[in-house]
């Protein structure tokens, strides 16, 4: 088991205590507080964007549910044994059999203009039974495409919906492509906004140091190592973190509590309402353990800035 030299610790609640005594002493970093804030928000708003991406890559594997329509005259037994087939195949995350009446009842649902059309031209139910399929990854189309070629499956399945097929691959891969792409970029967001932060806290502690410049140099003067130096820089920067961490996460809490009232779309009821519940159970799910990670990675980033900030002003011989 690691153990902590315990002269460091001490050295560490010595500074911890006195870089807090100073920050609350001296009361001159709001302005540094509000710029922290501000990028923690983007950190806060870049975290929701990868959350709305992976819930629509969750829709569009959703929405792959690709039907193969049999054929009227299938035998049943051979259409249980496609089905049962179908259902084995390693990339088939669900296949079921629909039947035209449900077919029906769906798409009232779904498309109640359509619905509304055939009823009032008496046209009946022109949806034929089918099976519905459910991919484990878009990725898979061709994999189903080559099984349903089959020649054996030809008297179930009607060969004609290979093309629709096709089609569909098409738009679900430049849809998942899009997806991908906005989720790479906002990890490469993330990446920058963290450099800018990183940055933030080098300046905030290289100006704290200009101001107690004097007491730096007795420190040094006094021999001081650089740990006792770097720490109640390392622990303002911490505290002020750790406060704009709070403060972004409560206002973006509140910003999506109040997104539905401002954009009307996100309702139940709205054109976005499906997506809005694909993307709720993700961000209460996972928003809470970004923030305490954050808080987390706080420490060591303060750290790593005040050592950037500082480290021209400690060197000295007598620090070797």
């Known amino acids: 088991m690691l153990q902590l030299d315990p002269a460091f610790l001490v050295t560490l609640k010595r500074g911890m205590h006195r870089g807090c005594t100073l920050l609350w002493r001296e009361r001159s970093w709001g302005t540094s507080l509000g710029a922290l804030i501000g990028i923690m928000i983007l950190v806060q708003m870049l975290l929701a964007a990868l959350f709305s991406v992976a819930a629509v890559q969750k829709m569009l594997v959703a929405q792959s549910d690709v039907r193969l329509e049999v054929r009227s005259d299938a035998p049943r037994a051979a259409t249980q044994q496609f089905l049962s087939a179908l259902k084995a195949l390693p990339y088939v995350a669900d296949a079921s059999y629909i039947t035209r009446e449900q077919a029906y009842a769906r798409a009232a649902k779904e498309e109640p203009d359509l619905v509304s059309f055939l ?86 502690t290289r100006l704290r140091a200009f101001h107690r410049r004097d007491e730096v140099l007795v420190e040094r003067l006094a021999g001081a190592n650089a740990a006792t130096i770097i720490v109640p820089f390392a622990a303002e920067a911490a505290v002020l973190l750790w406060m704009g961490i709070l403060v972004s996460a409560i206002l973006m809490t509140i910003f999506l509590l109040f997104l539905p009232l401002l954009v009307p779309a996100l309702n139940a009821s709205g054109a976005l309402g499906t997506f809005r519940e694909e993307v709720s159970p993700l961000i209460s799910a996972w928003f809470p353990v970004c923030v305490i ?28």
Not at 188 to 199: A, D, E, M, N, P
Not at 303 to 311: D, F, H, Q, S, V
């Open 293 to 320: 990670l954050q808080i987390l990675l706080a420490p060591p980033l303060a750290t790593l800035g005040a050592w950037l900030g500082i480290r021209k002003d400690i060197r000295s011989p007598s620090l070797g």
């Open 119 to 204: 009823e009032k031209f008496g046209m009946g139910n022109p949806f034929p039974d089918t099976i519905g399929v459910t991919l484990a990854a878009l990725d898979d189309y061709p994999l189903l495409s080559t099984f349903i070629s089959g020649a054996e499956w030809q008297p179930v399945v009607d060969p004609t919906f290979l093309s629709t097929i096709s089609k569909q691959e098409e738009r679900m891969h430049e849809l998942i492509r899009v997806a991908r792409g906005g989720r790479s970029l906002a990890i490469l967001l993330l990446g920058i906004t963290g450099g800018v932060l990183l940055s933030i806290i080098v300046e905030l």
